[in-house]
């Protein structure tokens, strides 16, 4: 399978302890973004990198989150002391990022996170 | 401040008829405007996309209708059928897709048997 990948699927955790999500996107991509969906809702963008370079944060990632992308390739974000409005969906996406023409995101599954 | 609009939040159609949701934006700066279709469990994936230098796009059943005096874009599904059931959500974005996505708030669509 060539399409985004996320890992984990779901993950429980209970309040104040610290989770880390990874995702890994379609080879060659040069963009990754970073987006949270909550249940009735669209997803929200959080952040995304060009390559290993972090270029933009929405004010919704409070200072609790960070994200990184080593080497350009797959990324992680942590979550510290998470809180019940954590709870979420998570999606990765990635796109080709290079000029000319449109650009087109492709999603994972997201990472659901549940915290009691 | 919610810069994309998108409704009905719910939809039910008969299988064989046409499915029209609708999105209004505010921000003239959007020059890029994808429908993306959400099963549960999944990822939202790609359904088909326009910018605002063409009034229609068509894609198999799916079409986007573009008006952009008025601002607003509606996704018709013709000739529904019960695997169209699903959350679609329209989107816009600057720089021809080279920036963050804005959704709407998504519309559920049940098609019925």
């Known amino acids: 399978d060539t399409g985004v990948s996320q890992d984990p699927r779901h993950k429980i955790t209970k309040r104040g302890q610290n989770v880390t999500f990874r995702c890994d996107p379609i080879?060659?991509?040069?963009?990754l973004y970073w987006y949270r969906q909550t249940l009735g809702q669209g997803p929200e963008f959080l952040t995304y990198?060009?390559?290993?370079?972090?270029?933009?944060k929405s004010r919704l990632l409070s200072d609790r989150f960070s994200a990184e992308r080593p080497k350009g390739s797959f990324s992680t974000l942590e979550i510290q002391r998470t809180e019940q409005g954590d709870s979420a969906m998570y999606l990765c996406?990635?796109?080709?990022?290079?000029?000319?023409?449109?650009?087109?995101?492709?999603f994972g599954p997201g990472t659901r996170l549940t915290v009691l | 401040q919610q810069q994309v609009k998108q409704s009905p939040q719910s939809l039910i159609v008969q299988k064989g008829g046409i499915s029209i949701i609708n999105c209004a934006y505010e921000?003239?700066?959007?020059?890029?405007f994808p429908w993306y279709q959400q099963f549960p469990g999944k990822g939202p994936a790609l359904l088909i996309a326009?910018?605002?230098?063409?009034s229609e796009k068509k894609e198999g059943r799916f079409t986007i209708s573009f008006n952009k005096s008025a601002k607003q874009f509606s996704l018709h599904i013709m000739d529904s059928q019960p695997g169209d059931s699903a959350t679609y959500f329209c989107?816009?974005?600057?720089?021809?897709?080279?920036?963050?996505?804005?959704f709407g708030k998504g519309t559920m669509l049940l098609v019925s048997p």
């Open positions: 996406a990635s796109s080709l990022g290079t000029s000319g023409g449109t650009d087109t995101q492709y």
């Open positions: 080879s060659e991509h040069n963009r």
């Open positions: 990198f060009q390559n290993e370079a972090q270029l933009e």
């Open positions: 921000n003239t700066a959007f020059d890029y």
């Open positions: 326009i910018r605002p230098d063409v």
């Open positions: 989107a816009a974005s600057y720089e021809s897709g080279y920036s963050t996505l804005t």
